[in-house]
């Protein structure tokens, strides 16, 4: 099973959405690993691997039982640092498609994330790429 720690979570948030046309291209892995390098809390571990450990994660168990391991945080902070690097990741590519805004809203779900704050996660990250 894939880990349980909040940088396992953190990446399987950035990963699961570059996944979400079931192909991730290296420009899309760029931009993951420019994302952790802004990350204080990625920035001491083996980065690669645990984007490695994340893509075999998604692809043993398919996206849906991989949104679902998400359900099993307890920490509200944690729930939305995943979200905000979840939509920070869809806007990799300039755009976000209706497969990544399906795992976002799945993902929300999964977390129990009150309605109120995920609009508001969604205006704010919004406003970062407009």
């Known amino acids: 099973m894939y880990g349980t720690t ?12 570059i996944a979400a046309d079931c192909k991730i291209d290296e420009k899309e892995i760029d ?3 420019a994302m952790g390098k802004t990350i204080p809390r990625l920035q001491n571990i083996d980065f690669n691997k645990k984007i490695s450990e994340a893509i075999n994660f ?13 359900a099993k945080i307890t920490d509200e902070k944690l729930k939305k640092i995943c979200l905000i690097l979840a939509i920070e990741s869809a806007y990799l590519n300039n755009d976000v498609n209706d497969d990544e805004e399906n795992i976002i ?18 205006d704010v990250v919004t406003w970062k790429f407009e």
Request: proline content about 0%.
């Open 31 to 33: 931009g993951i690993m």
């Open 6 to 17: 909040f940088e396992d979570y953190m990446v399987l948030a950035m990963e699961i959405i």
């Open 58 to 70: 998604i692809i043993s168990v398919g996206h849906e039982k991989a949104i679902q391991h998400f």
């Open 105 to 122: 809203a799945k993902l929300a779900s999964v977390m129990n994330i009150d309605d109120e704050i995920f609009n508001q996660i969604i």
